[in-house]
């Protein structure tokens, strides 16, 4: 993604050259607390989709959770950073309001799998990478972190009272060094809402250790699942959990760009889902704003997403029975107030104080589709503009030298 007069850098920054200045990734290890704050930065994208998709859709809590613990604990194994883990959003949307069925959601994980597997053994989505400007993936980036910020925006008006209080808590924890801030007001919030009756306490839990039954999908669950899941999702994967992703981590963590590429995160989202659909979890992915929110709390290495994965396995596998209660003590206010400090950092890079005043319009409506529509819409609308203004900004740039030449 390298554009010398189309970049977004003002200095024409190759796309190996972190934008952002970046945090030194080694800051972070000998910081257990800091891991520990970090993992639970994402739980805002996360607990929702799962609730829904445990109470909602009827997908049983054990392949759930099993799903998304497997597959946390492997990728921070794998990249040795905070590489996140979150639901296919067009699949979770489908499948809470068009009634997807166990079987289908399956068959749609196991699709999805082999389709980015195809595409990272051939490198495909390499090439594809290499031919998104820096322009649209910065627009890409302004966009989601914007999503993320008005949904816990709407989270946050369920409890105005509660949210103001995790807002003040949070920012105040953050400025200490070494605080595990984010565990803190979780608790905060969860005593809270059991005090003023905005959650119930589960009562009577009691492990019941099982393992998740492994079931391939039957043939005819493939039509529903490629028309309402497989064919909607693809575009939003390839942007926000490949692309964007690759770029964030190549900005956070430059040392570790070539393990973060597009290709590794095309073939980690393809394994995981096929190998894990069949035991009941939803379709997964990687995700831009689960790697800055893991990171804004204090993420530097894969202990985050591991000590997250640690804990859903053994809540899925010694509590399924009561994991959907279990989950929903965390009041929402509290999860869209990570969502809103986690969008706003994903948003406001520095990528766009150092883009071209040429770039900007594209920027702008890139981010515009994306927030208002999805990154698909982004990614196209943003694509055309850029060939629009490669043109332009090519003229006029040699119309102003003509005129500055003695």
Not at 80 to 102: E, H
Request: proline content about 7%; some cysteine; aromatic content about 4%.
């Amino acid at each position: 993604m390298v554009m010398s007069d189309q970049g977004t850098s003002a200095s024409g920054a190759g796309a190996n050259k972190p934008v952002d200045p970046p945090p030194d990734a080694a800051a972070g290890r000998g910081r257990p607390l800091g891991e520990i704050s970090g993992a639970f930065g994402d739980v805002g994208m996360l607990l929702p989709h799962a609730i829904g998709a445990i109470t909602i859709a009827g997908l049983a809590p054990l392949g759930v959770l099993f799903g998304y613990g497997a597959f946390l604990i492997a990728t921070g194994l794998f990249y040795g950073l905070p590489i996140a883990v979150q639901p296919m959003k067009a699949v979770s949307a489908v499948m809470l309001t068009s009634g997807l069925d166990a079987g289908e959601v399956a068959a749609a994980g196991v699709v999805l799998g082999l389709v980015f597997l195809v595409l990272g053994t051939t490198n495909a989505i390499g090439w594809l990478a290499r031919l998104i400007p820096q322009s649209v993936t910065s627009g890409l980036q302004l966009g989601l972190g914007l999503s993320m910020a008005v949904l816990g925006l709407r989270l946050m008006t369920e409890a105005p009272w509660l949210a103001a209080l995790i807002v003040l808590m949070l920012l105040a924890l953050l400025r200490i060094p070494r605080c595990p801030a984010v565990p803190l007001v979780l608790l905060l919030a969860v005593g809270a809402g059991s005090l003023t009756g905005l959650v119930e306490m589960p009562a009577g839990l009691a492990i019941d250790w099982q393992w998740p039954a492994f079931a391939l999908p039957a043939w005819q669950n493939l039509p529903r699942a490629l028309e309402l899941a497989v064919l909607p999702q693809l575009p939003l994967t390839v942007t926000n959990a490949l692309i964007v992703t690759a770029a964030l981590a190549r900005s956070l963590f430059p040392d570790a760009h070539a393990r973060t590429s597009e290709r590794n995160l095309a073939l980690s989202t393809g394994l995981g889902n096929l190998l894990l659909a069949p035991f009941g979890a939803m379709p997964m992915c990687h995700g831009a704003g689960g790697l800055q929110s893991q990171h804004r709390f204090g993420a530097r290495t894969g202990a985050a997403p591991v000590i997250l994965g640690m804990i859903l396995l053994v809540l899925g596998l010694g509590f399924a029975a009561d994991a959907a209660a279990l989950l929903a003590v965390i009041p929402g206010a509290a999860i869209g107030t990570l969502l809103l400090v986690s969008g706003v950092d994903l948003a406001v890079s520095r990528r766009l104080f150092d883009a071209r005043p040429s770039c900007w319009p594209v920027i702008g409506a890139c981010a515009a589709a994306t927030l208002l529509l999805n990154p698909a819409a982004g990614l196209a609308l943003g694509w055309l503009l850029e060939l629009v203004r490669r043109p332009v900004a090519g003229a006029l740039s040699r119309k102003l030298r003509r005129v500055d030449e003695p």
